[in-house]
C-alpha cells in the first residue's frame, strides 16, 4: 500500500462559497424593456398537466394545483383560466320561478345568456301592470251591469218559483207566508186572510184533514225548491266566475301575448306563461286588491292575501353574451355559499319563504365555467367538502340547509328544483394536504384526476436566469411605477437561491421576492430614485435581517456572557461544537451548541440522553443509532465492545430533532474514547452512515454564519471554522462578510467526505488507515480508539472474574483482522 503520508485536507477557496449573478449575462438594463413572463417557463410540467385538465371535458377532470404557499400558485391558475374564458359555448342563464300547482318546489328555467336579465324585467314589468288592468276590468261599467243583470236573473228566478209555489198553494185554500223564522203555509178563508188556530179547529174533521193533506204535499215542494235555491246560485257564482275569466282574459291576455314572440325559440318559457295566464285567471279577483308583502315592498306572499309578486322572476345567475365563460374564486367556501341558501322573512312570528328569496352560491356562478377553491378552506368548513363532492358526483346543485343537515329545524323548506351543474372545479393546496384526502377519503382520486405539482424550486441555469429576470419584470409591473435595474435583478436572483438554500436552484416563492421588491422599492422612493438598484435591494434586506433577529441576538449574547457554554479556543475531550438550527418564520437562523460525550465500561451501549428524557425525535435518535452501528462495525468485529457511552446537547431544553448533529455526535465519542482532545475553535455539521461517509444537511448557510458571528464578536484569529459535508458545497450563499474573512485567512470552511477526514481536522492528528494486514498505524485517532477499547474489554474480563466468570481471551488492541469501509477512511464516495 502506499506509504506516503497525505497532503491536511484544505479548506474550501471563497469562490465557492457564494454564486454570483453577473448583471452584464443578463442582457438588460431595466426591466422596463423584459416582456411579462409566460407561466408555462418555470413550471413547465404543472402547466402542461393544467391545460390537460382544463381541456378534458369528461367527469371527474377537476384539478388539484400543488405548492407551497406563496409559490404563485393562484397567479398561475388565473392566468390560465383568462386564456379559457373565451373557449366553449358561454354559459347558459338560470331562473326560479313559481310553481303554482306545488309552490314548495320552485321550477327552474334555463335561458341563453343574457335573456334571463331581459325575462326578469318583462315579468317586472308584467307585474306592474297587472293589478291596475285587473282593477280597472272588474270596476268596468260592462262587467258591473253583466254581474248586476245575473244577480237579478236569479233572484227574478228564485221569486217565481216562490210565487208559482203560492199559486198552486191558493188554488187550495193554502196560503204561503215570509215569516222571520222563513217560509210556511196556513189554511185560508174566503179571499186572502187565513184561519186563526180557534177558527181551524171548529172546521169539520174531514176538512183539517184535506188541509193538513194539502200543507205536508206544499211543505214537500218547498222543501224541493229550497234544496235547489243553493244549485241555482253555484250556477250564478259559476257564470259570474266564467264572466270574471273572460274579463280578465280580455284584460289581462294581451299583456302576457305580447311577451311570447320574444321567446317563442324557447319552449320552458312559453309553459311557463300559460302557467302564469292559468293562474291569473284562477285567482280572479283575489289579485284585484295589493297583497300586504306588496304594499311593504317585499317580494313574497302569503296564503289568503295573494300578490301579484307570484309572477316575478328570480334571476338565480345571469350571464352577459359577451364575457365568455365565468372564473369564480370563493374566498369562503362555507356550505351555503358553495351550493345556495333560501333565506326566510318573519311573518306573524313564523319563518316564511318563497322562490324569489332563493339565493344562488358559487357554484351556480361559476356554472359553465371555473370555480377556484383553497382546498384547507373547503376542509376546515363544516358539511363543505361532502356537499361539494355530492354535486360533483350527481352532476347537480341541489340547495341544502345546514340547519336541516344537523336536524335544527322544522319548519317546511323549500326544495327548488336542482341545477344541472357543468363546472370545472380547480382546488389550490399544499402537497400534505392533496396526499392525505388521496390517501384517506376514497371519492378523491375519482373526482380529481389531475394534479398539477409545481416545482418548489428550478435549475440555476442561464435560460432560467433570464426567465427569472421576466418574473421580476412582470412583478415589477403590478408593484409600480418603478423599473428595476439589472443590478437590482442580480441582486434579488442571489436571494432566491439563498431562499432555495442551494447555489444551484432558485426558489419559485414569488411572495417573498414579491415583499423584498415591495421593501426595496420603498428604500427607493426615500431616496427619490427613479429605479431601484442594488443598494436599494441590500437596504431591503439589511432591514429584514435586523427586524428578524431578537432572538438570535439574545442566543448570540447569552453565548458571549457565558451563559450558554460554547467555546470558540482551545481543545478538550469529548467536547465539540455542534450547529443548531431555529426555525421561527422568516427569521430562521442557527447557533452553536456545546455536545459532550462520557465513556464508561459497559455492553457495547450507546445512551442517547435527548431520547431517554424524551426530548429527541425519531430522526436524531436514528442518526444515534447509526453512529452506534458504524462504531460497533468498525471495532466490535472481532469481540463486542465493552463500552457504555452517552451523548447529549448541553444546555438544552428543548426538542432536539435531526440527524445533522451525529457527526459531531461520532466525533465527540471518538475523542471521549481516544483520550484526544478536539480543538474548540471548529464547529461541526453533517450526518453519517454505517459506513462513515458523512451526508449533506439543511440550514447550511445559517449554521456557517451562527458560529461565524460568534467567533467574530470574540475576534477571527484564523483558526476558526466549520467542517461541512461536502455535498454541501453546492448549496452555498453565504453572507459577504463571511466570504470576505474567508478570503483574508480569518475563517476557514472545510468539507469533508468520511468521519476520518474531519477527525483529523478536530484533533489535529491522523485518522489511521489499517493496511492489508488490518494493522492500525500507531499515533493515530482509531489506534488510541482501539486501544481504549481493549483497555475497557480488560477492565471488563477483570470485573468478570472477580464475579467468578470464566476469562475470555482478546487479540492485541492495535490490530484489526478486517480493514474497515473504504469510504470512511478519506474524501470517500457516496
Known amino acids: 500500500m502506499n506509504t506516503e503520508p497525505k497532503s491536511p485536507l484544505a479548506p474550501l477557496p ?27 417557463q418555470l413550471h413547465p410540467r404543472a402547466v402542461d398537466a393544467m391545460k390537460l385538465g382544463l381541456d378534458i371535458r369528461h367527469d371527474g377532470y377537476n384539478l388539484f394545483v400543488l405548492g407551497d404557499a406563496g409559490s404563485g400558485r393562484h397567479a398561475i391558475v388565473a392566468q390560465l383560466l383568462a386564456g379559457q374564458q373565451q373557449s366553449g359555448s358561454p354559459p347558459a342563464d338560470w331562473c326560479y ?50 254581474i248586476e243583470s245575473m244577480q237579478d236573473e236569479a233572484k227574478q228566478r228564485e221569486d217565481e218559483a216562490l210565487r208559482g209555489l203560492g199559486r198552486e198553494a191558493a188554488q187550495v185554500g193554502v196560503a204561503l207566508l215570509r215569516t222571520p223564522q222563513g217560509f210556511v203555509f196556513a189554511p185560508m178563508k174566503t179571499g186572502e186572510e187565513t184561519l186563526s188556530p180557534q177558527e181551524f179547529e171548529r172546521l169539520p174533521e174531514a176538512r183539517q184533514q184535506e188541509f193538513r193533506q194539502h200543507m205536508e204535499t206544499l211543505h214537500e215542494r218547498l222543501h224541493k225548491l229550497m234544496n235547489e235555491f243553493p244549485r241555482w246560485r253555484r250556477e250564478m257564482q259559476g257564470r259570474i266566475k266564467e264572466l270574471s275569466r273572460e274579463t280578465l282574459r280580455l284584460a289581462v291576455g294581451h299583456l302576457v ?242 431562499l432555495a438554500a442551494d447555489a444551484q436552484r432558485l426558489t419559485t416563492r414569488t411572495r417573498p421576492l414579491g415583499d423584498l421588491m415591495s421593501e426595496a422599492d420603498h428604500f427607493a422612493a426615500l431616496a427619490n430614485a427613479v429605479l431601484i438598484d442594488r443598494p436599494h435591494v441590500e437596504a431591503a434586506l439589511a432591514a429584514r435581517r435586523h427586524r428578524h433577529e431578537r432572538i438570535r441576538q439574545r442566543y448570540q449574547e447569552e453565548i458571549l456572557r457565558g451563559q450558554l457554554l460554547v467555546s470558540t479556543s ?35 451501549e450507546v445512551v442517547d440522553i435527548e431520547r431517554e428524557v424524551e426530548l429527541g425525535g425519531p430522526i436524531h435518535s436514528k442518526g444515534v443509532l447509526i453512529l452506534a452501528s458504524f462504531l460497533a462495525a468498525r471495532f466490535g468485529f472481532n469481540a463486542p465492545l465493552s463500552l457504555k457511552a452517552s451523548l447529549v446537547f448541553e444546555q438544552s431544553y428543548g426538542g432536539v430533532e435531526g440527524d445533522s448533529a451525529s457527526l459531531a ?19 461541526v455539521t453533517g450526518s453519517v452512515n454505517q459506513f462513515g461517509v458523512v451526508q449533506p444537511v439543511g440550514g447550511i448557510n445559517e449554521k456557517i454564519e451562527g458560529f461565524f458571528d460568534i467567533c467574530a464578536a470574540r475576534g477571527l484569529t484564523g483558526d476558526q471554522g466549520v467542517l461541512i459535508p461536502a455535498p454541501n458545497i453546492a448549496h452555498l450563499m453565504l453572507r459577504d462578510d463571511v466570504v470576505d474573512a474567508v478570503r483574508g485567512g480569518r475563517f476557514n470552511i ?58 475470555r481471551r482478546r487479540k492485541a488492541p492495535a490490530k484489526t483482522d478486517r480493514k474497515p469501509p473504504t469510504p470512511a477512511n478519506g474524501a470517500g464516495g457516496h
Open 570 to 604: 482551545g481543545s478538550h475531550v469529548g467536547q465539540v461544537n455542534g450547529l443548531a438550527v431555529v426555525m421561527l418564520g422568516e427569521g430562521t437562523f442557527a447557533h452553536p451548541v456545546r455536545i459532550t460525550a462520557t465513556v464508561r465500561m459497559g455492553e457495547g
Open 257 to 498: 301575448e305580447e311577451l311570447r314572440p320574444g321567446y317563442a325559440d324557447l319552449p320552458e318559457v312559453g309553459a311557463h306563461f300559460d302557467a302564469v295566464m292559468r293562474d291569473i285567471i284562477e285567482s280572479g279577483e283575489s289579485l284585484r286588491e295589493p297583497g300586504r308583502g306588496e304594499e311593504e315592498g317585499e317580494t313574497t306572499y302569503f296564503a289568503g292575501n295573494i300578490s301579484v309578486q307570484r309572477y316575478l322572476v328570480n334571476l338565480l345567475v345571469g350571464n352577459a353574451p359577451d364575457d365568455g365563460r365565468p372564473v369564480v374564486h370563493e374566498d369562503h367556501p362555507t356550505l351555503q355559499n358553495l351550493v345556495g341558501r333560501v333565506e326566510h322573512l318573519v311573518h306573524m312570528g313564523t319563518l316564511v319563504s318563497n322562490f324569489m328569496l332563493i339565493k344562488a352560491g358559487a357554484l351556480h356562478r361559476a356554472n359553465g365555467g371555473f370555480l377556484v377553491l383553497d382546498a384547507l378552506k373547503v376542509l376546515s368548513q363544516p358539511y363543505a367538502w361532502e356537499g361539494l363532492k355530492r354535486a360533483l358526483k350527481s352532476g347537480e346543485i341541489r340547495i341544502e340547509s345546514l340547519s336541516e343537515l344537523i336536524g335544527l329545524t322544522s319548519t317546511l323548506q323549500l326544495e327548488p328544483e336542482p341545477v344541472p351543474l357543468d363546472v370545472k372545479l380547480v382546488l389550490i393546496g399544499e402537497r400534505l394536504t392533496y396526499y392525505l384526502l388521496a390517501e384517506l377519503d376514497p371519492e378523491f382520486p375519482e373526482l380529481f384526476k389531475i394534479n398539477a405539482d409545481l416545482d418548489s424550486e428550478v435549475e440555476r441555469s442561464p435560460d432560467n436566469t433570464r426567465h427569472y429576470a421576466r418574473l421580476i419584470a412582470t412583478l415589477a409591473r403590478r408593484l409600480g411605477p418603478r423599473h428595476f435595474t439589472a443590478g437590482a435583478v442580480a441582486a434579488i436572483v442571489e436571494h432566491a437561491a439563498r
Open 97 to 146: 320561478v313559481n310553481n303554482f300547482a306545488e309552490p314548495s318546489r320552485s321550477r327552474l328555467l334555463r335561458l341563453p345568456a343574457g335573456r334571463g336579465a331581459r325575462l326578469r324585467d318583462d315579468m317586472q314589468r308584467l307585474v306592474g301592470e297587472l293589478a291596475p288592468a285587473i282593477a280597472a276590468a272588474f270596476e268596468s261599467d260592462d262587467y258591473r251591469s253583466r
Open 14 to 40: 471563497p469562490e465557492s462559497l457564494f454564486s454570483p449573478c453577473d448583471p452584464a449575462a443578463l442582457d438588460f438594463t431595466t426591466t422596463e424593456t423584459l416582456a411579462d413572463i409566460d407561466v408555462g
Open 665 to 683: 455526535e461520532l466525533a465527540a465519542l471518538m475523542s471521549a474514547l481516544s483520550g484526544l482532545p478536539i480543538r474548540q475553535s471548529l464547529a
Open 750 to 807: 472545510w468539507a469533508v467526505g468520511g468521519v476520518d477526514q474531519a477527525l483529523e481536522l478536530l484533533t489535529g492528528i491522523p485518522a489511521g488507515e489499517p493496511n492489508d494486514k488490518g494493522e492500525i498505524p500507531a499515533d493515530s485517532v482509531n489506534f488510541q480508539v482501539a486501544v481504549q477499547l481493549a483497555e475497557l474489554a480488560r477492565l471488563r474480563q477483570s470485573y468478570s472474574r472477580s464475579r467468578g466468570q470464566p476469562r
